[in-house]
T-cell receptor, first 113, second 111 residues
Framework: NAGVMQNPRHLVRRRGQEARLRCSPM?????VYWYRQLPEEGLKFMVY????????ESGMPKERFSAEFPKEGPSILRIQQVVRGDSAAYFC???????????FGSGTRLTVV | SQELEQSPQSLIVQEGKNLTINCTSS?????LYWYKQKYGEGLIFLMM?????EEKSHEKITAKLDEKKQQSSLHITASQPSHAGIYLC???????????FGAGTRLFVKA
């Protein structure tokens, strides 16, 4: 069981480019969560998805950020026209109904230059 | 909205010493999680507490939830370098499905 797989581990983008972060949940998990961790800060919730549905996106910035979890394939967090303030570690976690706690991926560290 | 405050923010201890990390919630806790994050890596689930007065242990780490269910403590006995990392408490957000997290406590263990 490979756990939650995130790629890439590190991503460098120039201001104005698009960043695509991928997350493959743990086998059998149908719930995916995205969190952002800014330097020296805690984890901030961004979005909660189930297959083909966004359940809670209350933590997502209104502009430039979007997320999806298609029927087939990984969950994608997309950031358009990145700015320096988007530099952070982005973590994906998965779970299934009845589970206690999340299984986290190792994160994608986005650096905007 | 619910907020979690962790103390201390950072901690440096000598190997072999005991330590305690606290997590205080602004609202009643219905599920309190403790995670450990190694520097530069993802989070690892340690344990979950639900009932007032509940206490759980995992190896040399013990977590407790107070009777009023608004504060939890994490205690490490005889700390080792492998205990170093960031400890985060998380709580189920009332009315939602997501977990909110405290800012974390950074633990450094000196050999």
């Amino acid at each position: 069981n490979a756990g939650v797989m995130q790629n890439p581990r590190h991503l460098v983008r120039r201001r104005g480019q698009e960043a695509r972060l991928r997350c493959s949940p743990m086998k059998g998990h149908s719930h995916v969560y995205w969190y952002r961790q800014l330097p020296e800060e805690g984890l901030k919730f961004m979005v909660y998805l189930q297959k083909e549905n966004i359940i809670d996106e209350s933590g997502m910035p209104k502009e430039r950020f979007s997320a999806e979890f298609p029927k087939e394939g990984p969950s994608i967090l997309r950031i358009q026209q990145v700015v320096r303030g988007d530099s952070a570690a982005y973590f994906c976690a998965s779970t299934q109904p009845g589970d206690y706690g999340y299984t986290f991926g190792s994160g994608t560290r986005l650096t905007v230059v | 909205s619910q907020e979690l405050e962790q103390s201390p923010q950072s901690l440096i201890v000598q190997e072999g010493k005991n330590l305690t990390i606290n997590c205080t919630s602004s609202k009643t806790l219905y599920g309190l999680y403790w995670y450990k994050q190694k520097y530069g890596e993802g989070l690892i689930f340690l344990m979950m507490l639900q009932k007032g007065g509940e206490e759980k242990s995992h190896e040399k780490i013990t977590a407790k939830l107070d009777e009023k269910k608004q504060q939890s403590s994490l205690h490490i006995t005889a700390s080792q370098p492998s205990h170093a990392g960031i400890y985060l408490c998380g709580a189920e957000n009332t009315g939602g499905f997501k977990t909110i997290f405290g800012a974390g406590t950074r633990l450094f263990v000196k050999a």
